[in-house]
């Protein structure tokens, strides 16, 4: 984030020449995916935007092909279907926050979309950019590995679905093919009692790239827990899982659990590394007491 | 390519590249300098307009996105003579100092207000989350917030809507 040289629309404009050659703004998802399938990796990909014209600051006019969906409407819903939740790739931050549908089923991804950036930023980002992107700070990632949800990767000829654990390779990297484009995100829903916190730490509540970020949901029948998504983001080169402290919940009671052990195990199975918004040191003791917060939390919430 | 937008009531037709970002359209084309670029990058809030009823950035919106949107600036709030009751606000709670994120605040003090006529201090607060003031310090932007509240409250409805 950091800028190297100053201000911006006078050198924008001196170093004209290299020109953008095509601006594609199809009005369909298969005319998307065949240009997709024609211009590959020449294409910069445009969903809302955010995260492309900060990584291109100053050099916009270096982009020969832009692939722009914001024309997509069919990539704009939320719905239900085959008692799974379907969300379209350009559904922003703002919709999964005001949805009810969101908020009464995936509390934990609406309350991580509420603290994305800022009004202005969750106005057009969206959940496929936020994923497309892949940071390891992508504040909706850690949810959605929580939430099991899997990826719908669509090329011209066909599409295959992609679980978000296996999805993430590296810092910014994915397992995306250069003709394929994301455009749905899949999320179980379940008859049981389903609970869940979220956590970002920052150093401020707004405008903020995560330092550590925490999502755990718990499904319930009666007070055993049957199933348990615990994911962080900022603490290694992807958004991760963790499943070694799934499985010390599964089949237990919240009252069986040992909140700070948990804690204190979840900061061995992480790898984060020093930046600036953080050390190594600090996100792992941070590590231990947002787990430790997020199970009084659902306790909390199991119990009223 | 074209577009066409919507700024502040009137319908434009504009030609625009993809690298004309939407901040740019408005200050070089349309002569719209309440649109201020602080960052450049998201961050500050000074570039905000109100895109289709939502608070945007327009540093961050490639102009063709914003093709059949309709955009309102502060300069479609108030004149000079006939300020806007938000406007009015921050000039008598002494809320601006420099005067280079007010703009900014003010549109999302509008976009709060049209959503919630009587915020609380911590909604006020989190509608203005995106905009930074290096001046103020925050506190005289939110009284003159709890102002205009006031104002329109009392004058029954936004006599500029």
């Not at chain 1, 982009?63 to 819903?77: P, Q, R």
């Not at chain 1, 804690?263 to 930046?275: L, T, W």
């Not at chain 1, 050390?279 to 199970?295: P, S």
């Not at chain 2, 309102?72 to 606000?89: A, C, F, M, N, R």
Request: hydrophobic share 40%; charged share 30%.
């Amino acid at each position: 984030m950091m800028r190297k040289s100053p201000m911006k629309q006078e050198n924008r404009q001196t170093i004209s020449g290299a020109d953008f050659k095509e601006y594609f703004q199809p009005e369909n998802l298969q005319k998307a995916l065949e240009i997709k399938a024609e211009y590959k990796e020449e294409l910069k990909v445009a969903a809302g935007s955010t995260d492309l014209l900060v990584a291109n600051y100053e050099k916009l006019h270096e982009i020969e092909y832009w692939l722009d969906l914001v024309k997509l409407d069919e990539l704009k819903e939320i719905k239900v279907k085959d008692n799974k939740l379907h969300i379209g790739a350009m559904v922003t931050h703002l919709d999964l926050m005001d949805s009810d549908l969101i908020k009464d089923k995936l509390p934990v991804l609406a309350a991580a979309a509420e603290d994305v950036g800022s009004p202005q930023i969750r106005s057009r980002g969206t959940i496929g950019g936020n994923i497309c992107t892949s940071s390891p700070a992508g504040d909706l990632l850690a949810p959605l590995l929580s939430y099991e949800a899997s990826f719908k990767l669509q090329t011209e000829a066909g599409e295959r679905i992609v679980k978000a654990e296996d999805f993430f390779t590296g810092p910014k990297r994915n397992l995306m093919e250069a003709d394929e484009l994301l455009t749905e995100i899949i999320i179980p829903m379940t008859e049981n009692k389903r609970e869940g916190a979220w956590i970002k730490v920052g150093r401020r509540k707004a405008l903020v790239i995560s330092t550590l970020t925490l999502a755990v949901v718990m499904e319930f029948e009666g007070e055993k827990i049957v199933k348990a998504g615990v994911a962080m983001g900022s603490v290694a080169p992807t958004p991760v899982r963790l499943k070694g402290i799934e499985a010390v919940m599964i089949d237990q009671t919240l009252k069986d659990l040992d909140y700070k052990a948990l804690g204190k195990e979840v900061k061995s199975s992480i790898n984060p590394i020093d930046d600036l918004r953080g050390t190594k040191e600090y996100r792992e003791d941070v590590a231990v007491d947002v787990m430790v917060r997020a199970l009084n939390e659902i306790e909390r919430k199991v119990s009223s | 390519m074209q577009i066409t937008i919507t700024v502040n009531g009137a319908k434009r037709e504009l030609e625009v590249t993809p690298y004309t970002r939407l901040l740019d359209l408005l200050r070089e084309d349309l002569g719209l300098t309440g649109v201020k670029e602080g960052c450049g990058k998201g961050e500050c809030g000074a570039c905000t307009v109100i895109m289709n009823g939502e608070l945007t950035a327009s540093c961050l919106v490639p102009a063709p996105q914003a093709d059949q949107a309709e955009i309102v600036t502060v300069e479609g709030l108030g004149t000079k003579d006939d300020l806007h009751p938000i406007q009015e606000s921050f000039v008598e709670a002494g809320a601006v100092q420099c005067g280079y994120c007010i703009p900014g605040m003010v549109l999302a003090s509008k976009r709060l207000l049209d959503e919630k006529p009587k915020p609380t201090e911590k909604e006020v607060r989190y509608g203005l989350s995106g905009n930074i003031c290096r001046c103020t310090g925050y506190a005289k932007i939110i009284d003159a917030v709890m102002l205009a509240a006031d104002k329109l409250a009392v004058e029954g409805s936004d006599s500029n809507d």
